[in-house]
């Protein structure tokens, strides 16, 4: 019998600046961590319209979408996931390469994160940050052809 998983597409933005790179804080049911900006798809939207509208939605600043760096796949099983849900889940997390092109920095409402900063790239090893956050640089500093990292690294593995 073929295992039963809930799949969410989520499109993210790697947006770096003078060796600073742009995070969003995410709280949501107890857990929290530096991020990248981005999430869920909306029903039949694009990865490219959702990355920019979530830049905007979680940072305040207008983006515009360079390329795209790569896929990512992530697995929580049923006692991980912070939902509730009681199945698998499955997130298949696409990553764009992005720059801001306006807006203000602001704080999201009614978010699941709290706000956004830029943090310089030598210092993000040392946050509380998700495992999206290393696969995303490490993307941004590779850009392999396929878009798949080769390795990755126990931290990326995490899940978290």
Known sequence: MPLEFD?????????????????????????EGWTMPGGGLDLAEHPVDATVREVFEETGYHAEVDQMLGVDVAYWPEERRHDGEQRPLQSVRMLFAAHITGGELTAELNGTTTHAVWIP??????????????????????????GKLLAQTAAENSGK
């Not at 969410?8 to 857990?31: D, M, S, T």
């Not at 790239?121 to 850009?143: G, K, P």
């Open 7 to 31: 799949t969410r597409p989520a499109a993210y933005a790697v947006i770096v600046r003078e060796e600073e790179i742009l995070l969003a804080y995410w709280v949501e049911n107890g857990q």
């Open 121 to 146: 790239l030598a210092d993000v090893e040392s946050l509380n940050r998700v495992s999206l956050v290393d696969i995303a640089i490490r993307l941004w500093r590779e850009q392999p052809a396929t």
